[in-house]
């Protein structure tokens, strides 16, 4: 794990093999606990910790906004940019996006990604805005209705590639200091947090959900009436921004 570089997956392997063999030692079914030498600060090397820059000035996310509205490049690129911050989920669960993922026909729209595509093991419930299922619709001809929502200008059968995002927001005028793909979660979070949204609300739907198996099947649904609310909320939001004479403020909808 440590020659892989995810420190934070290794330190909590190794917490959790502590805690098994201090009990298994105190129900005596050993001797020592072998992870005693291990514990200590210099075990491990500490996580480098990588920075997502994400805008979070509504006069720049704006700006930003309306730069995604002229973007020059492809259809498919640009739609990906529109759809990215009304669902603000990560790159890699963005790109890989597949038509059967999505029910648009309901009366609550939403996007069911499943677990093996998602970082934490478990699957996720995105509720689609009316601002993200109109995007979709105009994909849908284009490149449904089957296989990815946002192919490679290349080759169909694959994903648009990993830089494709950052490399169009360059293009619309923004630095790896200013945006990237990843951040638009940070957007997300740190907006709807200053707006006075639930934080556990907030964060099931960032997807930072609990690791065991058995919360995990619980709360893949967790708050999602609300979610619903905060979504729409925001989509209503990013609208108001990239319109700048309408500016909406972005409030906890009231239940």
Known sequence: MEDRNIIDTARRALA???????????????KV????D?????????????HHAGVTDPQQLGALLRAIEV??????????????PLVFVRPGELREAQWQEFNLEDKQPEWRIPAERMKMGEHHIVPLAHQAVEVLRELYSLTGPEGYVFPSVRNASRPMSDNTINAALRTC?????????HGFRTTASTLLNEQGWN?????????????????????????LVERRR????WA?????????????????AVS
């Open 199 to 223: 934080p556990d609300a907030i964060e099931r739907q960032l997807a930072h959900g609990p690791r065991d198996k058995v919360r995990a099947a619980y709360n893949a649904a967790q708050y």
């Open 71 to 84: 973007y020059p490049g492809g259809f498919v690129v640009r739609q990906a940019l529109r759809f990215a």
């Open 33 to 36: 606990n072998p992870v005693a």
């Open 38 to 50: 291990l514990r200590g600060p210099d075990m491990l090397p500490r996580p480098k910790v990588k």
């Open 16 to 30: 959790e093999q502590d805690e098994l063999f201090r009990a298994a030692k105190q129900r005596k079914y050993v």
């Open 236 to 252: 209503d939001y990013l609208g108001g921004l990239r319109h700048k004479s309408n500016v909406v403020p972005l409030r906890r």
């Open 173 to 181: 005028g923004f630095t790896a200091a200013q945006q990237t793909g």
């Open 230 to 233: 905060m979504m729409q909320a």
